[in-house]
């Protein structure tokens, strides 16, 4: 049977003769690749999509991830930190305990101050437990937590004990006066505590072994206990430095003054006047830097210091 044909005239007068047969291919033809073309749009579209989330639910990881980092390393360097405090306040507590138990009389004791001078204290509730468990990033951070938990628990213990010390030492007719528990300087602002901080010039980061009180020049600097001139004199980036032995394993230094009241071998009482604030040496500005040593190792003044004078 003869296929039908049928024409088309064209505006420019032309004639396009075609069969049935082969227009309905054509239309066939053209439906399914217009199928064909929906269907890999709808695809792309849904790989976009799934791209698009994907990004977003990386980008949410990586953010979580960071702050998880962040809050890490904060957790390991607090932890750090009061680790190296407590090994400092517990040598302390040892060094004062052992020197009242060799100079004390104990029978002259008030009533309850033999628990102060046995030689251990009461580990308490914060006794350490732990185990093989394998750990990640989040049981870490629980780890660290638990951890400075129990050291803030141990520190705050050892200070009553060094403060229960401290108060039986003052008890003692002239020992107090070569124990460095005096302020310095006549007032001042701490410009920078005692532990790591960023360098005043470099702005690296530094573990700073005293304390910087801010003070007027020329204010007079005091020994903040009785002792012998080790050094006076300068001493690079100190500056102009004086250096005390209180005796007892108890040193202390003074850095950055402007000008020197005393000079080596000589004997200082506790508040006579060894030197000046100035800012000589490695100095941004007027301060005295300040240190306290137990038995060849700094410690944070603030473990001896008594109060700060106004």
Known sequence: MQDKFCELRLANGKVMRFTYGKLKLSIATACLILLGVTITAGYFYAQLADYRSEAVEFNAYKEHKEEQQNKLEQLLNNNEKMLRDMAEISNLEKKLRRAIIRDVDSSTLNPGTGAILNTETSVGSYTGQGGPKAMDTNSTMAVLQAQDENISRMIAVTKKSV???????????????????????????????????????????????????????????????????????????????????????????????????????????????????????????????????ADGKNIDPFYVIKEKRK
Do not use: C
Not at 174 to 185: Q, S, V, Y
Not at 250 to 270: D, F
């Open 163 to 293: 403060s229960e010390l401290l108060g039986e030492i003052e008890g003692r007719s002239g020992t107090l006066a070569t124990f460095p528990d005096r302020w310095p300087t006549d007032g001042g602002v701490i410009s920078s505590n005692y532990g790591g901080r960023v360098d005043p010039v470099s702005k690296g980061f530094e573990y700073h072994v005293g304390l910087d009180i801010a003070v007027d020049f020329g204010t007079p600097v005091y020994a903040t206990a009785a002792g012998t001139v080790e050094q006076a004199g300068w001493n690079g980036g100190y500056g102009r430095f004086v250096r005390l032995n209180h005796g007892n394993g108890y040193v202390t230094a003074y850095g950055h003054m402007s000008g020197l009241a005393v000079s080596a071998g000589q004997q200082v009482i506790k508040g006579e006047i060894i030197g000046f604030v100035g800012s000589t040496g490695y100095s941004t500005g007027p301060h005295l830097h300040y240190e306290v040593m």
